[in-house]
């Protein structure tokens, strides 16, 4: 009784140890498409900020990064409908990274706005933090905490290197370089893990 007992324990734990490594497996076949959308719409709104801020000297112009959070969570959910639709289960894994990026959506969407708009509200002093490299420390993490619970190096070293050195040299060059340290960041941490994803998928 005791050996069947002991056999059934190993067997319930090599179907949960099979059942999450395929978890992690599908959800990294379909990681490479949001991190290319994401990182292209960074991209985009990185230069496009750069651009219009460098020519008019108005800082304001960071609010576009608001929008593109916007279209991004838009394309996000339609994404998530689609899946549904198409009956593809979501697994323990790919709840896990929804957590993960919800979070940084939640930091990055109200960092802002308790830095520049409450904290001069309630008379609290400006402490002269730049946002940008806050966000990018904030990506760089999230993007090394998927890949290391997907076990995909790509993912982990863009994280690592672009959060890191382009925290570093976000901080350093202030003004709408800034904008252009960003672009190169999503670059580095979400397209280019985002297409040798696809590529392994494509060609496994």
Known sequence: MENTNEMTAERSLEIIRKYMEQSR????????????????????TALIVWHLWNTSGNAAWNNLWLVMALIGWGITVWMGHKEKVERQPQTFISKVMGHIWLSF???AS??????????????IPYF?????????????????????????????????????LGAIFADWLHGPTE?????????????IPGILINWRKDNA
């Open 110 to 123: 109200v960092l802002p706005i308790l830095m520049y708009v409450l904290m001069p509200l309630v008379g």
């Open 179 to 191: 904008s252009l340290v960003m672009a190169g960041v999503a670059v580095v941490t979400l397209i």
């Open 128 to 164: 002269g933090v730049s946002y940008t490299p806050l966000i990018i420390l904030l990506l760089g993490l999230c993007a090394t905490a998927t890949g290391l619970i997907l076990h995909h190096g790509w993912i982990v070293a863009g994280g690592i290197i672009g959060g890191l």
């Open 25 to 44: 497996k599908n959800t990294t076949k379909n990681a490479g498409l949001p991190m290319i959308i994401w990182g292209s719409l960074c991209l985009v």
């Open 105 to 107: 959506g939640i930091f």
